[in-house]
């Protein structure tokens, strides 16, 4: 079983600190949904996993399998069994497609995998996601819609068969039909012992994918690591609990903290 470790993580971008001492623990198997309000270090986290060079790691380890990432490039850690579904994936004219997913897929095998194979792959897995297979043959994410984008991200978990999966709210975007299409297609990774690290903020996704535990990140550290029922009580009353029960003052406050909630786009009603 694969494990990620993070230990008293810090980290910065542009001179400024956002994680100040992140300790978290991954297996494979499980799946943590990240909460908490924006601006406190959730993407951020992410990022840094996978290893964005924007992001500066000052203080703290990370292991995947007892060995330290910190000083692998990303194309590395994803070798190694790391993957992260973009928030925002980028545009990239004049890369095909299915050119950059075979290129991934072959990265991560030891003999490349052959032409008819890989559309046969390919063929079963856009069908899955409900994709047009055409998007295959269009530059990577050039004219996406936001859906199309996120799909795109999930095609490439899919192929690649992460021992860790990490998205950044890859359900934005998505009507209610295309969530459940993503949704299904995530407990089937689940159903295979992938981890995953799952950020968002549609309480629809989270009761559909069914997470282990719910980790909720304030001003930089975890200050929630428990049960999933954290998730629908942060949709019904927001955060304000972080500060009544636990005593941790919220930097940058909110007006609007407890009125919006994870679920503020009219899908409350899918966990009650």
Do not use: W
Not at 123 to 131: C, Q, S, V, W
Not at 195 to 214: C, E, K, M, N, W
């Amino acid at each position: 079983m694969s494990t990620l470790v993070i230990k008293n993580l810090h980290a910065e971008v542009d001179g400024k600190e956002i994680l100040r001492g992140i300790d978290l623990t991954i297996n494979e198997g499980e799946t943590v949904a990240v909460l908490g309000p924006n601006g406190h270090g959730k993407s951020t986290l992410l990022n840094v996993i996978m290893g964005h060079p924007k992001y500066i790691v000052t203080e703290g380890t990370i292991t995947l399998d007892g060995q330290d990432i910190l000083s692998l490039t990303t194309d590395q850690r994803a070798k190694l069994g790391l993957f992260l579904g973009m928030q925002n994936p980028s545009e990239i004219p004049g890369v095909i497609n299915s050119d950059f997913l075979r290129a991934a897929v072959n990265a991560k095998s030891e003999k490349p995998i052959s032409t008819y194979q890989f559309y046969k792959v390919l063929d079963k897995a856009t069908k899955e996601l409900k994709m047009p297979f055409d998007l295959a043959t269009r530059s990577l994410n050039e004219g996406f819609s936001g859906g199309e984008k996120k799909r795109n991200e999930i095609l490439q978990l899919m192929l690649l068969e992460p021992k860790i999966a990490m998205l950044d709210e890859i359900d934005s975007g998505l009507d209610v039909d295309a969530i459940q299409v993503v949704a299904d297609v995530i407990k089937e990774e689940q159903a295979k012992g992938i981890g995953f690290l799952v950020i968002s903020h549609y309480a629809r996704l989270f009761d559909l994918i069914q997470p282990t535990r719910a980790v909720v990140i304030v001003n930089g550290k975890v200050v929630i690591d428990g049960d999933p029922s954290y998730i629908k009580r942060i949709d019904q009353t927001g955060y304000e609990f972080i500060k009544t029960e636990l005593g941790i003052e919220i930097s940058k406050p909110d007006n609007n903290m407890n009125t919006v909630s994870i679920g503020s786009c009219a899908v409350k009603d899918a966990i009650k």
